[in-house]
Nanobody, 130 residues
Framework: QVKLVESGGGSVQAGGSLSLSCEAS????????MGWFRQAPGKEREGVAA?????????????KGRFTASKRLTISSGNATNTLYLQMTSLNPEDTAMYYC??????????????????WGQGTQVTVSS
């Protein structure tokens, strides 16, 4: 069973930093693509960072130079857990949104289109005040 669980959201003032984590389990971590998305009230869900299965990391223009995504694979007792991270710096009020991690089954190429992704976490709120 695929499971994605985000954590680490919160409130911060403009210029501050926050880190998000997403524990992903139950799928083929080598072949799936993963991504970070966000959705602000009244707006469509948008891609923030995409991680294709080849390990590249792609960023939306709006967050380039400020956000850093990474992932780490942990194997314990024969079970694999992929943890996805999003380090966010120089935050501004426009970054306020619910942030989601997502996984896309293969074949995939690291899309920023939400409808390409098959599995979603429950989301974690990020609020940036001016």
């Amino acid at each position: 069973q695929v499971k994605l669980v985000e954590s680490g959201g919160g409130s911060v003032q403009a210029g501050g930093s926050l880190s998000l984590s997403c524990e992903a389990s139950g799928f083929n971590y080598r072949r799936n693509c993963m991504g970070w998305f966000r959705q602000a009230p009244g707006k469509e869900r948008e891609g923030v960072a995409a991680i294709p299965s080849d390990g590249r990391i792609l960023y939306a223009d709006s967050v380039k130079g400020r956000f850093t995504a990474s992932k780490r694979l942990t194997i314990s007792s024969g079970n694999a857990t992929n943890t996805l991270y999003l380090q966010m710096t120089s935050l501004n009020p426009e970054d306020t949104a619910m942030y989601y991690c997502a996984a896309e089954a293969p074949p995939c190429d690291g899309s920023f289109e939400p409808n390409q992704y098959n599995y979603w976490g429950q989301g974690t709120q990020v609020t940036v005040s001016s």
